[in-house]
Every structure is written in C-alpha cells, then in structure tokens.
C-alpha cells in the first residue's frame, strides 16, 4: 500500500483536508497546534488503497522545538510515497519556505493552496497556474472547509513531482521573494468588523475587559442552555415518561428484591438511589450531558473564531509568574472540558518543567464538565455564592500551588513564541461535526463509566462493603474534613469517574460548608483512571505519581484548612 | 553586542518593545542565539523585513507583531532581542 503524508505549517488546514481524503472526521480548530499526534486514515482511489497520514505543523524541516522534530522525523526518516503540502494560500511567502524545502526531499510532492476563497476577501490574487509552473509540481487552490479542490487534488495525485526546483538554502528567502512577486498580486481592502474585533481583544485597555466579558458570557450561556435542556425537556422526560415505564418495567419481569435493587435502587429518589436504569441513566443523560454539550458548543466556536491564541497572550503575564508562557492557558482551557485531550495537548510545550506545572495546573484549576456538572447540580440549592466560592477557591490553590513548583524545580521560564490565527467567521457544519466528535466521545467513553459506577456503588452497598469500609476508614475522614464517615466510599470511587463521585454526596444530606469543602477536596485530590493513564503515557509514571501525590496532599490541606475556617 | 550599542547610538534604532504601537520598523539584527534567530525565521521575521506592531500587553506582556500577512506573538524578553529601524513614512 501507498502512504502520502499530508505536510504544512501549522493551522494551514492539514485536519480539515484530511477529514475531506479519509471520510474520517477529526478535531479541527483555528489555532497552531490542534494536531498533537499522527491521525491515519484511507483513500480509495481508482481501486488503489492509499493511507493518508496527517502530520503535526511545522514551519521548517530544520526543528525549533520538539514537536516539530517528530514531524520533521516522520517527514525525512519515515518518508512517504507522495506528499501533500498544505499551503495557506494567505500566507504564501512564509508557507513557501517549507514548500522549497519539500521539492529538494525524494518523495514527490503536490501543494494545496488552501484557504483559497479567504484570498478574496483580502485582496490576495494567486497565479496558481503560473506558480506550478515555476514550482514544477502540480499546485490546486483548495478550501478545506467546503472541500472546493479536494477533486482536482486527487485527481492530480498520480502526477506529484520530486526535485524539480533547486535552490541555494541561504538565498531561500531572496527565491522565495522572486517567486511571490511573479505569481501573487496585491490590491486594497477595506476593513471588516473582524478588523474590529481584533483591535477590542488584543489592546491592552480593552483586551482584559473582553476576556472577561468572554468568560461572564461562556458560563451564563452553559448555564442558559445546560438548565434549560435539564428542567424544560430532559428531566420531564425522564420523571414523567421514562421513571414509571422502567420502574413498572422491572417489576413485573423480575421480582427478585435483589435485582430490583440493583436496577431501580432503594428508593424512588432519582439522584440518591443509585439504581443502574434509574440514576444511571439519569445521571449521564440529564445532567451531565447537557452541560458538555452546552460547554463544546461555546469551547468549539471559540476554537474557531480564533479566540484561544489571543486568550493565551493576555494571559502571559500570568503564567510567567508560574514558571510557563501564555500558550499553556490553551490545554488548561481545553481542561474546563476534559483532562485527556488536554493532557494531550501538553505537547505544544517543550520541556518536563513546563509540562509538570502545566499539568497540575489543567488537573487542579477546575473540575472538568462533568464534574462541574454535577457540582452545578448539587449546590444550586445552595445559592450562586457557593458555586463562585469552589470555582475562586480552585483557582486561587491551583494557582499557588504552580507558583511553589515554579519556584521549586529549577529552570528557565520560556517566552512566548506563537503565531497568531487570523479570526475566522465559524464554519456552522465544521462546528457541528466539531461538536459531534466530542459528544460522541462522551458517549463511547465517559456514558459507560457512569453506568459502571452506579453499578459497582450499588453492589457494594448491597453487600455492605460501604459500611464496612466507612467504619474502617472514615474516621480520619470525619476530624480532617468534617464530612461524614459514609463519605469514604464516594472518595474511593472518585477515581473511576469524578462526576458520580459528586452524585453519590447527595444522599448525605450535607450542608453548604460540607459541600464546599465536599467538591473542593474531590475536584483535586486524584485525577480520574482516565487522566491518570494519559498522565503517565505522556510524562512517564513517576512524574504522573509525583504530580497525584502533590495533588493528594493539597486536597487534603486545602480541605483541612476550609473546615477550620468559620463562615 | 557591541554592534547593537553601537547602532544605538544613531537614536533610530531601537529594541521592538519600544516601538510604538501602529508603527513599523525594519528588522536591523536580532541579537539573540541561533536557536531564536532559526524560530523567528520561520515566521517571516528576519533582517532586513518590514514588521508592524499590531499590539503590546501592560506588565512587559507580549507584543504582537504583523510580518507580511503572519500575525506573531512575541514574548517581551525575546521582543527585546529584535532591533528594529523605525520606518516613518509607511504607506499602505
């Protein structure tokens, strides 16, 4: 079989013409970086099998940091039988860099010019034909949204071209300049209300005030959405159809007192009686999903306006004083959502330190949406304030605790470095599937483990492990944190699914200071099972152990601290 | 570097965190390692082109600079490392 590698500068579009050749639909957003891992996929073309494989963003094939070394790697060691060189057409001097670079390696090559109708817009007039010409490899205009070129770039496959264009490496950007003045016209433009928005989110005066504004709006519109799903449709649903089919259901095909147990729960109380057809469908269905689906919704258009990246230079100053750059506020950011892909993302960074701080920061400064879900859902009763008091409480000790470790393992803080996207109207399909992708994600992976919770709490209480366990074990729990002893199982389950964890406080009856300091002390003392093993895939187990001990130890404190404190 | 205090003195070139916001200076040497000069060459800024700042942060935040159509963040220390000949007639 044949393998083409999909090559170019990062956030040139590389994901959205992969999804476009594969039919396979992949996270695509309008910042450097999304890609953090080689995807591979398949095109079928005219009986031959071709594997297609999108590689991370890389401006040179000489490396400036880690991740484009593996790039690079893949590129010049691994090598392909054709390649892909996606070029942002808007960009063409800078992308044609590494274009030059390509057509001196051995594997043929075919250039993308992508974001073709965007050149429009800008007043960019591309020769496209006159640069193929000059370039000696087929070039095809491209919009990797739409899938305008995709054809034509397939069909031009078979006709990729190698070394055809030799160069002197130190005269590359003197070439480069000659190139781009043959083939690339320039004409006015007037300004737009993205112009505008640029201007608002970047000055100094208005970029702060923005980003919270942003932020004010993200939660009011989760929490719009998220509880309107829940009271309006999803709980009416479930109480007044689901409920009394499933519980009359049960009764009548399985009189077994055990069984019913199990399935229904021990009482009709949807979120305490812990029931693997009642709570454990409740739980995933009507509440924690609306909240995610709310969260992605704002998260994903974001993504794609461009937001993150100015986000991420308003925010330097901040996490220079822990030890990072602004650009590590991007996996924390995806980290509201969910710890894995942000895990993941901790690639953009280049050295352990970083990555160190940067991962207790992601597991420490807020529950993922799961969790906040059901924090949300537990603590309303309770009033706003308790809510804004775990969220400030969260913060202010996950932002501490990164200024310790900044200050205890030593090495450089790095500078910013980070080329910044243009903002782009959202693409509503590309949002949609981008949406889709993450729900479905829930669906496969996180849904299961509620379900399996639910099941194994419900077992265990009917074996009375709880008890025994909240008897062995509780007692340190009651003089440190001042919950109750039965609470000790819902800690030990935390580490299967930090959502259930929270729902399983519901019985308890606890009062608003045990709930602050209940969810406090949950939200950071262990990472889901998860997260853990993402954790020490990407950083080795010792550091994902070091970093579980540091958060261990800080729950405990912080929660100690709480309960002493009187309010 | 004596080359930079040297340029310095003409009163015309200056560090990028100095430049003002909106205006556009001529790269005249970025006196830095291999290792920044290779990462800022990626992106379109190196001797001898044109850049724009679009944007500086309070606090020796970062700037953001405009290089051919390439927006950059540019962190304040690394900013200071890029010496600029300030252009005063830009036309557009």
């Known amino acids: 079989m044949r393998r083409i590698l999909l090559v170019g500068n990062p956030n040139v579009g590389k994901s959205a013409i992969f999804s476009h050749l594969t039919g396979i639909n992949v996270i695509t957003s309008n910042y450097p970086g999304t890609t953090v891992e080689f995807t591979r996929g398949y095109l079928l073309i005219k009986g031959g099998k071709f594997e297609i494989i999108d590689i991370p963003g890389t401006y040179t094939l000489e490396p400036c940091s880690k991740a484009e070394k593996v790039a690079v790697d893949m590129i010049s060691n691994e090598g392909g039988d054709a390649i892909i060189n996606v070029v942002d057409a808007t960009n063409l001097e800078r992308n044609l860099g590494l274009t030059l670079q390509l057509l001196k390696q051995n594997a043929p090559v075919i250039a993308a010019l992508n974001f073709w109708d965007e050149t429009k817009h800008l007043g960019i007039r591309i020769d496209a034909k006159g640069l193929e010409n000059i370039l000696g490899a087929p070039v095809v205009p491209t919009c990797g949204l739409t899938g305008e070129g995709i054809k034509e770039l397939v069909e031009r496959l078979p006709f990729t071209k190698s070394k055809t264009y030799d160069y002197k490496e130190e005269e590359k950007w003197l070439e480069i300049g000659g190139i781009v003045s043959r083939v690339q016209k320039l004409s006015h433009r007037h300004h737009t209300f993205l112009d505008k928005l640029e201007e608002i989110s970047t000055h100094p005066l208005t970029g702060i005030p923005f980003a919270l504004l942003i932020l004010f709006l993200t939660f009011k519109t989760v929490r719009f959405i998220g509880e309107g799903l829940i009271n309006y449709i999803l709980d009416p649903l479930f109480n007044k159809l689901y409920y009394p089919l499933i519980v009359n259901a049960v009764n009548t095909i399985l009189p077994v007192k055990f069984l019913q147990d199990i399935l229904l729960g021990t009482t009709p109380k949807v979120m305490e009686s812990f029931g693997l057809l009642t709570t454990g469908i409740y739980i995933p269905l009507a509440v924690v999903l609306p909240y995610i689906a709310a969260f992605y919704l704002i998260l994903s258009a974001l993504e794609d306006i461009g937001y993150l990246p100015r986000a991420a230079v308003l925010l330097d100053f901040l996490f220079h004083k822990m030890g990072l750059h602004g650009y590590a506020s991007i996996p924390v950011i995806l980290g509201f959502g969910c710890k894995v892909p942000a895990i993941l993302s901790l690639r953009i960074l280049e050295s352990d330190r970083e990555k160190i701080i940067a991962a207790v920061l992601i597991l420490m400064m807020a529950p993922c949406i799961p969790q906040t879900a059901m924090i949300m859902s537990l603590i309303a009763p309770h009033g706003t304030g308790c809510l804004l008091a775990i969220f400030l409480l969260l913060f202010l000790i996950s932002v501490s605790t990164s200024f310790a470790l900044n200050k205890l393992i030593k090495g450089e803080t790095p500078e910013l470095f980070l080329e910044i996207p243009p903002y782009r109207m959202p693409h509503v399909p590309t949002l949609a599937k981008k949406l889709w992708i993450r729900l479905k994600a829930y669906f496969m992976e996180a849904a299961p483990m509620i379900i399996l919770g639910v099941f194994i709490v419900g077992v265990l209480d009917a074996l009375g492990v709880t008890d025994f366990m909240a008897r062995s074990l509780g007692r340190p729990v009651v003089s440190i944190l001042g919950l109750p002893e039965e609470t000790i199982s819902v800690m030990l389950l935390g580490f299967l699914r930090k959502d259930v964890s929270i729902a399983l406080l519901a019985p308890f009856d606890l009062n608003a200071k045990q709930l602050v300091v209940a969810s406090v002390f949950m939200v950071l003392y262990l990472p889901c099972i998860a997260t853990f093993f993402t954790l020490s895939k990407e950083s080795g187990i010792k550091n994902a152990l070091k970093i579980v001990s540091l958060m261990l130890f800080t729950a405990v404190l912080a929660g100690a601290l709480l309960n002493l404190l009187h309010y | ?92």
């Open chain 2, 1 to 92: 570097m004596p080359n930079v205090s040297k340029i310095r003195k003409n009163n015309m070139a200056i560090p990028l965190t100095d430049l003002d916001r909106g205006k556009t200076g001529k790269v005249l040497e970025i006196s830095g390692g291999r290792g920044i000069r290779q990462k800022l060459d990626a992106l379109g800024i190196r001797t001898g082109v044109k850049i724009k700042k679009i944007s500086s942060q309070i606090l020796r935040g970062p700037a953001i600079v405009q290089a051919g159509n390439t927006k950059v963040a540019i962190g304040y220390g690394m900013a200071g490392k890029i010496i600029v000949d300030v252009v005063h007639h830009e036309h557009k």
